[in-house]
């Protein structure tokens, strides 16, 4: 197949033209597009304040911005990326891409609810950007009470107001998931037979709509105690500030699962391709999913182990949060299985999940530390926690979806990516992660608390180190951001598999046709089964 | 299924009971009742919650798999009251040093 072909034949891409069909499509795949700009728009904003963050933390002296300021930038850093791109990331952009496709779908079960879920989420952000603009907030990402509540002069209700709207975004996407998998499955796409990317995505919509209600909820309480002191948190009007803290972290651990439990799938999906073999241990791999998804539920808790809680309810939130690493682990030993005996080979998708494994096994392992409850004494709301978490939501989260992104690249857009500068960017990516976060351990344990733009002098080797490491990795994003939009007119024409994958999704022309399938399909193989597979090269499509 | 759908009189008959216990709500609402108003205005709520979903929401007539979602949201429900509970209820018994 040459060029030529590719823009003759009929696919989603040129189904139809001019912003109208974009902005009322229906269709699964075109709605995956509009999230992906409008996330990455998000992480741009949001880097933008991490960069901030770090350039003030080169010197000890909070001498580039005030401490109000800072406090807006570490606060507007958390909400651009936690709610408006690292929850939608996966789940809406390949997930409503490719769950449709690999179940055999035409398209998901609620194609309106679908767009209506992505024009939520930029009601939500322009909520979020405006509240930004107009003056910022400094609450911190948490919006902890009495602070948020009573004492916050800075535009909380806004950026509440904008989370509140996204979450619906978020729930809608999940029911949509749900509700597909459960009704859409092709004749033949038995539950055992779906691919480990549809049972994260699953298990990711479960939480996505038994959990995100309840931060809405707690959104809507603070407003109402803000605006019209009802008492629900502020003691002296009979609430319980630690009320806010079980609330809202009832979802915000689980929605640290919403935004890693896909990444995990999109991991299985790589693993899988890049070693020829079936994922070792299916069943147990798709269960853990669901594990993960309930077990989460269980353990937020242990984000209040130093704020009053009971002792009682710290020690079982403590054996529970223990508890969820089994199913975590239990993932990475699977992964790590299927290479064995392996036809491994080293493209870019598989150099992010490498990376994915290294560094979610740290974030996770560092993860089992804080959830003790005497160490997470010595380090709650130092560099530790912070450094835990990146690990998890950027060396995790971010390494799977620009994994995901170059896996399925060419089958969103026809196209390949240069794979010799995406190779370099992967190993850019890797080493300003580890150069930014790693010295943030250090500089937690010898006690640097989150959160302050000044420090001792003491602790300015690390601080520089990590700052150096934050510019690598800025290159390192701005690398995809570049050689993908080249990759759109330049890039060679890819061919319908051009990793020799298994899937639904790799037996369609690539870009995809506007209803996926002509005929819905009959699966009669099972999951990653690579003796049915032949490799179609890129000429032959 | 979603097909069957319960006779007019049967409705109607939900809705005078909902009508009814707003009513009672409101009234126990002007007798001090102490720690129980907010008990008995709750299993009020409940009962017509559960009314709602029973006849309106059509779940009597669903499929298992809906009644199992629905469950599973009283199932987490539950767990955030009851852990949430167990954290106020158990703050008290370990002594403060120094008080």
Redesign the interface.
Known sequence: MNTAAIETQENYLNAGYGLKSWLLTKDHKRIAILYLITITIFFFIGGIFASLIRIELLTPQGNLVSSETYNKLFTMHGIAMIFFFLIPSIPATLGNFFLPMMIGARDLAFPRINLLSWYLLVIGGAFAIFAMLAGGVDTGWTFYTPYSTTYSNSWVIATALGIFVSGFSSILTGLNFIVTV?RMRAPGMTWFRLPLFVWANYATAVIQV?GTP?VAVTLVLVFCERVFHIGIFDPNLGG?P??FQ??FW?YSHPAVYIMVLPAMGVISEIISVFSRKPIFGYHVVAFSSMAIAVIG??V??HH?FVS??????GL??SFLSYFVAIPSAVKVFNWTATLYKGSISFATPMLYAFGFIGLFTIGGLTGLFVASLGFDVHVTDTYFVVAHFHYIMVGGTIMAFLGGLHYWWPKITGRMYPENWAKLSAAIIFVGFNLTFFPQFILGYMGMPRRYHNYPDEFQVLHVLSTAGASILAIGYLFPMVYFMWSLRYGAVAGANPWGATGLEWTMQSPPPVHNFDEIPVVTHEVYDYSTVVKEGVEVG | MSEHVDSVKTYTAVWLILLILTGVTTGVAYIDLGAFSVVIALLIAAVKMLLVALFFMHMRHSTKLTQLAAAGAFLWLFIMMAFTLADVWTRGLVGTPGR
């Not at chain 1, 009053?308 to 309810?313: D, E, I, L, R």
């Open positions: 459960h038994l309840v319980d630690v009320l079980h609330m009832f539920f269980l937020w808790g209040l009053t809680q009971s002792v009682y309810a079982v939130f």
